[in-house]
């Protein structure tokens, strides 16, 4: 089959479906997509909350509760005791398909009246105001933490201990402001590293200990600025640096760009994953415009913050775990032929549905747990349900949804944008793709406008003491102005911030001077060195090589990119 040209029904550019493409799309029996697969990922992303909180009651037990759903969200949202409790079925909130109106409709009409989890929270312990949480203890205000304690303001925190405004981390302990880096143990400000210990300000390091403001070291000890030193002298230079100090931070932060922003870095972070084309691929194979695909992903294409055992699927976004033959799915695991679904674990055969567990055989169903063969969570025998599907698959291409923009939505695309429950600056898509608010509404993606809070500011960022030494007990009292309240920010700020008591212990325990900006701004500042999942055709910037690359770096980043093989040649 040879590769085909089509226009993308939302962005009207030009796309190419590739002949393995087609392959994959003829191996699970959907049809070809009509978005392109920014598109896809986009829409992907729209579907998936990120950084907002909000309070609303159960509307089961009444009490109040923080969860992801904005209050105006017309929706049956319970708190994780009583969704998780045996007191409902979501079976009894089935209703049988109507011919006469278009499936996509019927569906989330459906959605607002079954109940969902305001926040998903199992297995856990003292994890205030966090946000999908799973076997954690002693957490504050972070969102996908896994199997950690003692951690605050971190998002996606896994294996971790003991540590504040670290993202993206696996077996941290005592990290702080630290950033996609695995097995750090005592670091502050480091960033796409592993197994690194007692450093600060470190960008791609493998193995070192005692160093400070490094680029690209492997198995180093007693650097600072790239520049070796004896271990006595070592220790008498880096007194200086005092991280105990916001002046000291900002000039060693200064030093760090200016050394981050003149060393190359390689066109990818690729590891031990042969066949791969993406950005910060970790021990895959034949991994095609893939993006934070870790550990064990193969065969698969366009996938998105997924990873542990990934096989043979497409389009995937924060999901994976030990699942294969996926399609246009987002944090769905341990399942095998999900399509056109959101959330759920161990389901298989499950399409156009969300948050499922333990199930199999649904089509059009919301919440479901330990359920076979039900469409529109209205349960039917075997033999109905596969004789079902097939008519509900050819009504939906006779009578598709049509969205106010008039895209098509027949058999074969993600859950339209419009009835997605979060804006665009409330959803992940904002992450990735930061745009203004009319940026977002032109679009059709919507914007959250934020109610305006009732507190009132009690100290400015500039009376704060610059050593953590001098704080004292009563700043855990005040309401701080974020330092950038007065500026045009971008990164949702929430314009003022407290001190926690945990967190100040924390700082005064691993010296670490007191932040002058929200959560918000803080996680801002922390991923600006990550790419977006989008590739550009570039060439080797090293004067000598012409060589070419599909590199995430954009043509108007200022990194210098190399080839593998002059970076190699420079720094291995």
């Known amino acids: 089959m040879n590769s085909e040209t089509k226009v993308c029904q939302n962005c009207k550019k030009d796309f190419v479906i590739e002949p393995d493409d087609f392959a994959f799309y003829e191996k699970i029996k959907v049809p070809a997509p009509t978005f392109c697969s920014e598109c896809r990922m986009m829409r992907r ?15 089961m037990c009444g009490i109040e509760t923080f969860g992801i759903y904005h209050p105006s969200v017309e929706m049956n949202i319970f708190c994780s005791e009583c969704w998780r409790s045996d007191k409902w079925d979501s079976r009894d909130y089935g209703i049988e398909v109507d011919f006469l ?45 896994i199997n950690s304690k003692s951690c605050l ?63 690209n070291l492997k198995s180093k000890k007693y650097h600072i600025f790239n520049e070796p030193f004896t271990q006595e002298e070592y220790k008498q230079k880096i007194k200086y640096w005092d991280m105990g100090s916001y002046a000291k931070v900002k000039e060693a932060e200064e030093k760090f760009n200016e050394i981050y922003y003149a060393t190359p870095h390689k066109y990818a972070h690729i590891i031990n994953s042969p ?97 076979s063969y039900c469409i529109l969570n209205k349960q039917y025998k075997k033999e109905e349900y596969e004789v079902l599907v097939p008519k509900i698959i050819e009504h939906m291409n ?21 009835f997605s429950p979060w804006k665009y600056n409330e959803a992940y898509a904002f992450d990735f793709i930061p745009l203004s608010r009319k940026e977002a509404v032109d679009q059709g ?22 050593h953590i030494k001098d704080v004292s007990d009563s700043i855990t009292q005040e309401i701080i102005e974020c330092a950038h309240a007065e500026s045009e920010c971008d990164e949702l700020c929430s314009k003022a911030f407290r001190i926690v008591s945990d967190e100040l212990e924390y700082y005064r325990k691993m010296n670490i001077a007191l932040p002058r900006l929200c959560p918000n701004c803080r996680y801002s500042q922390r991923k600006r060195f990550k790419t977006t999942p989008k590739l550009y055709h570039r060439t080797c910037m090293k004067s000598s090589c012409k060589n070419e690359f599909e590199t995430a ?13 002059c970076y190699k040649v420079d720094f291995l």
């Open 553 to 565: 770096y954009s043509y108007d980043r200022k990194e210098i990119i190399y080839c593998d093989t």
């Open 153 to 215: 303001y971190c998002f996606a925190p896994f294996l971790s201990f003991n540590c504040i405004d670290s993202d993206v981390g696996r077996n941290m302990d005592s990290a702080y402001g630290c950033y996609n880096s695995s097995s750090i143990f005592r670091t502050q400000y480091v960033y796409f590293s592993e197994e690194c210990i007692s450093s600060s300000f470190l960008f791609n390091c493998i193995g070192c200990s005692d160093c400070f403001g490094c680029i």
């Open 398 to 418: 006779k009578m598709p949804y049509i969205s106010p923009r008039g895209i098509v939505y027949k058999y074969g695309e993600f859950f339209p944008i419009e």
């Open 45 to 59: 992303l729209l579907w998936r909350q990120h950084r907002t909180v909000y309070k609303r009651p159960c509307m």
């Open 445 to 466: 993606f919507g914007w959250r406008e934020e109610k305006q809070k009732g507190y009132v500011i009690t100290k400015k960022v500039s009376e704060l003491p610059d």
């Open 101 to 145: 109106r278009p499936f996509l409709d019927q569906m989330f009409e459906l959605r607002k009246k079954v109940p969902a989890e305001s926040s998903y929270t199992l297995n856990s312990i003292n994890c205030r105001y966090c946000i999908v949480v799973i076997d954690s203890k002693d957490c504050y205000f972070c969102f996908g933490s």
């Open 275 to 371: 066949d791969s084309v993406g950005d910060n691929i970790i021990g895959g194979k034949n991994c095609k415009q893939c993006f934070m695909a870790l550990f064990g992903v193969e065969n698969c294409k366009y996938i998105l913050s997924s990873g542990l055992l990934l096989r043979d699927s497409q389009d995937v976004s924060f999901g994976g775990s030990n699942s294969q033959l996926m399609y246009e799915t987002s944090g769905t695991e341990e399942s095998k032929s999900i399509f056109f679904s959101r959330g759920g674990k161990v389901c298989s055969d499950v399409q156009y549905s969300e948050n499922c567990t333990n199930s199999s055989n649904l089509f059009g169903c919301f919440q479901m747990r330990n359920r």
